[in-house]
């Protein structure tokens, strides 16, 4: 799609948690996908190497009080979210919708503290409500989501509150969140087609807002459908699906891999 477009495509490390990133599975990222024909610019970029940008966005989110903090497990979360009073839990992008346990009645001020900080999601649409939004908050779908979802996708301001809820922007000891680093990467790179797939087409509501309150492009995005095994089940690291070094080491070619995706 990039080559096609006269663009060019882009490998990034997304490995701001630590904990979960290592070289050598870097190094196997890199290795497969050249073996599978795709080529990048280099050097990559890596989250590590640019936590300074990201908690100058958190900094400048907390001076206008759409931030705060939180000290919830997720123990408490789940509780608290499946009290009687609370009716059915909510599940949304990352999972249980926060039922507001740590939220204050008014802005948070004085310095950011290093610690779990929330993006108060009501106090942030009403951010953006009061700059009369033009164009509207919404993104260009060029594949489909889970639903068939396509074409310009119109965030409802309700559904943002009630079924997104106030997401995790920074963990203790962390520079920022998946949904906080991604979006400021594609800006600083000037991406402007994201393809990914249909599991993240929920989080993408969650990046148009924080594009909207950083004052960051919107790109084009286009979510594919789910790369699953012959039971249906999708392939994911959390179910030691089969890595496409396994596949190597069975004698499949770069062609091989292709059919098994209907490309």
């Known amino acids: 799609m990039a080559r096609m477009a006269g663009g060019g495509f882009l490998l990034r490390i997304d490995d701001i948690d630590q904990s979960r990133a290592r070289p050598e599975w870097q190094a196997q990222i890199v290795d497969d996908l050249g073996w599978l024909g795709l080529t990048w ?13 990201f908690r100058a966005a958190l900094h400048h989110l907390w001076a206008r009080g759409l931030l705060y903090a939180c000290d919830c497990t997720r123990r408490d979360i789940a509780e608290a979210a499946s009290a009687p009073q609370e009716g059915a839990a909510q599940i949304g992008p990352d999972g249980l919708v926060y039922p507001g346990t740590c939220r204050p009645d008014h802005p948070s001020c004085g310095p950011m503290p ?6 108060d999601m009501r106090r942030a649409i009403g951010t953006l409500a009061a700059q009369a939004l033009r164009p509207p908050l919404a993104f260009d779908e060029q594949g489909c989501g889970p639903e068939g979802e396509t074409g310009l996708i119109r965030l409802d301001p309700q559904v943002l509150i009630e079924k997104v809820g106030d997401v995790v922007l ?36 969650i990046h148009v807002v924080l594009q909207r309150l950083l004052q960051l492009p919107t790109p084009i995005y286009h979510h594919h459908r789910l790369i699953r095994d012959e039971a ?19 004698g499949l070619s770069p062609a091989n891999i292709r059919a098994k995706l209907g490309l």
């Open 41 to 53: 610019p280099e050097p990559l970029r890596r989250q590590s190497d640019h936590l300074p940008a």
């Open 114 to 119: 290093d610690a779990a900080l929330r993006l």
């Open 170 to 205: 920074a963990r203790r000891g962390m520079a920022g969140s998946y949904h906080l680093s991604v979006v400021i990467d594609d800006a600083v790179q000037g991406v402007t087609d994201v393809v990914r797939g249909q599991d993240l087409f929920a989080a993408t509501a």
């Open 232 to 250: 249906g089940k999708r392939l994911a690291k959390r179910d030691d699906a089969r890595s496409i070094a396994t596949y190597r080491a069975d």
